[in-house]
C-alpha cells in the first residue's frame, strides 16, 4: 500500500471557478498508484471544491450566478468581518463542499468524459487558495 500527500496552491483572479483538474491529476499521476482513492480537502472557508461540467464554459458563470442569487450580499449578515462578500462566501462554501474523493483507476482520475475538478473562489478578490491532496492505494 502506497500513501502520498501534499499542499497544492492556486491562484484566483476573485470570485468564480478555477479548472485544477491537470494540475491535480499530474500530482496523482507523479504519485504511481494504479489503484486507489484521492481525497482533496480546500483549506479555506470562503472557498470550496466541484467536480462540474468542463466542455460548456457557460457552465461556469450560470454556477457563480445561481450561488450568488441563493447567499447574495447584503446587510442582513451578523458576520462582515472582512466586507459584505465575507459572510455570503461562507454560505457558498457550505453549498458546494470543501472535500471531494476520486477513485484511481489504472493510473488515472477516473472522472466522467465531462467532469473537471475546479476550486470555486467565493470572495470578490484574489486570493491564494491551498488544496491538501492525499493519496492511498497500490
Not at 42 to 68: G, M
Amino acid at each position: 500500500m502506497k500513501q502520498a500527500s501534499d499542499i497544492l496552491t492556486f491562484a484566483t483572479a476573485g470570485c468564480g471557478l478555477v479548472e485544477i483538474t491537470r494540475e491535480v491529476a499530474d500530482w496523482a499521476r507523479g504519485a504511481q498508484v494504479e489503484q486507489g482513492l484521492l481525497t482533496l480537502l480546500c483549506r479555506h472557508t470562503s472557498a470550496s471544491l466541484l467536480i462540474q461540467e468542463n466542455a460548456a464554459p457557460e457552465v461556469r458563470p450560470d454556477i457563480v450566478d445561481w450561488l450568488e442569487r441563493l447567499a447574495p450580499e447584503g446587510p442582513h449578515y451578523r458576520h462582515d468581518d472582512e466586507g459584505p462578500d465575507d459572510m455570503p462566501a461562507h454560505l457558498r462554501a457550505i453549498l458546494t463542499g470543501v472535500n471531494l474523493q476520486i477513485p484511481i483507476v489504472q493510473g488515472r482520475l477516473a472522472l466522467g468524459t465531462w467532469q473537471g475538478i475546479y476550486l470555486a473562489e467565493h470572495r470578490r478578490r484574489p486570493h491564494h487558495r491551498q488544496v491538501a491532496v492525499h493519496l492511498i492505494g497500490a
